[in-house]
């Protein structure tokens, strides 16, 4: 009988609730005290998880978005356009678009 109640699932679902109901207050509070604790650490992985999800997502645009500008630098650099231009359309330093004509010049 015992094994028959063990394959059906409300029938399991039902003994451990009765289980957990004929507990001591103090064992019932002790329960759902470490099933919070359990449940608040599960929550706090998922915000990490979503958090550090997000935060990858935003500087893989932001360094798409650099190489962009880096490699439009580059064209206007061979088309031997003026820094100043360069750095006004790429919103680059100067000292970048400095480094990316040493590469030209390699």
Do not use: H
Not at 30 to 35: D, F
Not at 47 to 54: P, V
Not at 60 to 66: N, V
């Amino acid at each position: 009988m015992e094994e028959l109640a063990m394959n059906d699932k409300r029938i399991k679902d039902a003994l451990t609730i009765w289980q957990e109901l004929s507990q001591s207050p103090e064992e019932y509070y002790a329960y759902e005290s470490r099933l919070k604790y359990i449940l608040d650490e599960e929550a706090k992985l998922e915000d990490a998880k979503y958090f550090a999800e997000k935060e990858g997502v935003a500087k893989g645009i932001e360094q798409g978005e650099k190489k962009k500008q880096q490699e439009i630098a580059l064209k206007m650099l061979q088309k031997n356009m003026d820094l100043e231009s360069i750095a006004e359309f790429t919103e680059l330093t100067f000292d970048e678009i400095n480094k990316l004509k040493e590469q030209l010049d390699e």
